[in-house]
C-alpha cells in the first residue's frame, strides 16, 4: 500500500500560463501533503506542507501567491504554478504521508518546461 | 540550520562491488533519517528508515547504519548488481516532519 499518483508527468506551456499539477493518494488517507521542486543535479528542496482543510505553509523564499496549494481532501492536493515563467522550469515532486511525522510516499514528479 | 551533506557526488564500480555511501549532518536532532534511491526523471523509493534510537536497518544486499554523535549515516550495499544504478539520497526528518535532503550520490555500476 501507499501509492501516490502525480499527474501530468511531463507538461511544457508557454511563458505567462498557469499549470495545476495534482497529487492523489491512491491507497490510504493522506492528513499531510507536501511539495518539492527539484532543480538539475540539486537536491529536493522543499517549498510548502499542506495539511487537510487548512492553509499550506510555505518555506522561506517561496511566493505563495505564485504557487498555490490547495489540499481539499485526504486524496488529493494540487499545485499550481501561476503566470509560470522559464525559472520556474523545474522538477515539482509530491509526498503524502498519515500525519506529519509518519513516513513521506512520493509521487513520480512532473517535470515543467516553460518556453 | 542543518546541513546535510553527501559525499562522493559521483560513484562509479564494477559489478560484484561493495558501494559505500556517506551522508553527515550538522544538527543531531532528527527524528529519524531516511535512505532514497532515485532514479532518472522519477520520484524517490524509501530504501531504509533508521530511528533516531537506532543504529542501524537491514533489508536484503542494504545496511544502513547512524551515529547520530558524530552526525553520520553510511549505506551500504553489498554486492552491487547495475540495476543498482541510481542517484542515493539520505534526507533527515525533524521534530516539525520536515525532511531536509542531501544532494545525492549518483551510483553506476558497469556490467
Known amino acids: 500500500g501507499a501509492v501516490v499518483s502525480q499527474h501530468p508527468s511531463w507538461v511544457i506551456c508557454k511563458s505567462g500560463t498557469s499549470v495545476k499539477i495534482e497529487c492523489r493518494s491512491l491507497d490510504f488517507q493522506a492528513t499531510t501533503m507536501f511539495w518539492y521542486r527539484q532543480f538539475p543535479k540539486q537536491s529536493l528542496m522543499l517549498m510548502a506542507t499542506s495539511n487537510e482543510g487548512s492553509k499550506a505553509t510555505y518555506e522561506q523564499g517561496v511566493e505563495k501567491d505564485k504557487f498555490l496549494i490547495n489540499h481539499a481532501s485526504l486524496t488529493l492536493s494540487t499545485l499550481t504554478v501561476t503566470s509560470a515563467h522559464p525559472e520556474d522550469s523545474s522538477f515539482y515532486i509530491c509526498?503524502?504521508?498519515?500525519?506529519?511525522?509518519?513516513?513521506?510516499?512520493f509521487g513520480d514528479g512532473t517535470r515543467l518546461s516553460i518556453l | 540550520k542543518q546541513e546535510v551533506t553527501q559525499i562522493p557526488a559521483a560513484l562509479s564500480v564494477p559489478e560484484g562491488e561493495n558501494l559505500v555511501l556517506n551522508c553527515s549532518f550538522t544538527d543531531s536532532a532528527i527524528y529519524n533519517l531516511q535512505w532514497f534511491r532515485q532514479d532518472p526523471g522519477k520520484g524517490l523509493t524509501s530504501l531504509l528508515l533508521i530511528q533516531s534510537s537506532q543504529r542501524e536497518q537491514t533489508s536484503g544486499r542494504l545496511n544502513a547504519s547512524l551515529d547520530k554523535s558524530s552526525g553520520r549515516s553510511t549505506l551500504y550495499i553489498a554486492a552491487s548488481q547495475p540495476g543498482d544504478s541510481a542517484t542515493y539520497l539520505c534526507a533527515l526528518t525533524d521534530s516539525w516532519g520536515k525532511l531536509q535532503f542531501g544532494a545525492g550520490t549518483q551510483v553506476v555500476v558497469t556490467p
Open positions: 509526498s503524502a504521508s498519515r500525519g506529519s511525522r509518519q513516513p513521506q510516499h
